[in-house]
T-cell receptor
Framework: AQTVTQSQPEMSVQEAETVTLSCTYD???????LFWYKQPPSRQMILVIR??????QNATENRFSVNFQKAAKSFSLKISDSQLGDAAMYFCAYRSSGAGSYQLTFGKGTKLSVIP | DADVTQTPRNRITKTGKRIMLECSQT?????MYWYRQDPGLGLQLIYYSFDVKDINKGEISDGYSVSRQAQAKFSLSLESAIPNQTALYFC?????????????FGPGTRLTVL
């Protein structure tokens, strides 16, 4: 079974600075998807960014980018120019790419605080 | 209007009561899911459904049941609620034909069992 580990329960960043959230995972599969979800105080789960394991290029979405290290099974999220609205819980998630795949396996989350 | 809706948004109930949480979606997706979120534990899958006639248990299905009344509706029931079922419950949907199979989440239902 796959596992996802987020080793930083809480992080803080100064507004306009850059912060990196860590995620590692364990799998025996060669093809899969990785996701970062944001959960603000409103509770809504919002997809921030996704990465396909077969793609070597790191995904980027505006101020959000990932550092995907397949051999190390590492998938960190970098938030540049942090804004107050970035304050939230961030969850890393894994999904197999097999034909019958369905389940997202989540890490326990990292609470990000943004200091004005 | 939201694509995935959940009712109620908040609910307080007593031990032993039967309760139903409802989920509706307008995205036209085939797959629907129920997750539970406990503090410090991330989200865990309770049940999932690939279509109206297909219901499957997830990793923590004990104490729960589901009903897929239509493609757009997927309900979660607690037949006899207990305090350790106090949690935040999320419904999600995904499209069978979408390569990434991204899951779209509802706003969540906060359930408290006294």
């Amino acid at each position: 079974a796959q596992t996802v580990t987020q080793s930083q329960p809480e992080m803080s960043v100064q507004e306009a600075e850059t912060v990196t959230l860590s995620c590692t995972y364990d799998t025996s599969e060669s093809d899969y998807y990785l996701f970062w979800y944001k959960q603000p105080p409103s509770r809504q789960m919002i997809l921030v960014i996704r990465q396909e394991a077969y793609k070597q290029q790191n995904a980027t979405e505006n101020r959000f980018s990932v550092n995907f290290q397949k051999a190390a099974k590492s998938f960190s999220l970098k938030i540049s120019d942090s804004q107050l609205g970035d304050a939230a819980m961030y969850f890393c998630a894994y999904r197999s790419s097999g034909a019958g795949s369905y389940q997202l396996t989540f890490g326990k989350g990292t609470k990000l605080s943004v200091i004005p | 209007d939201a694509d995935v809706t959940q009712t109620p948004r908040n609910r307080i109930t007593k031990t032993g009561k039967r309760i139903m949480l409802e989920c509706s979606q307008t995205k036209g997706h085939d797959r629907m899911y129920w997750y539970r979120q406990d503090p410090g534990l991330g989200l865990q899958l309770i049940y999932y459904s690939f279509d109206v006639k297909d219901i499957n248990k997830g990793e923590i299905s004990d104490g729960y049941s589901v009903s897929r009344q239509a493609q757009a509706k997927f309900s979660l029931s607690l037949e006899s609620a207990i305090p350790n079922q106090t949690a935040l419950y999320f419904c999600a949907t995904s499209d069978l034909g979408h390569a990434n199979n991204e899951q779209f989440f509802g706003p969540g239902t906060r359930l408290t069992v006294l």
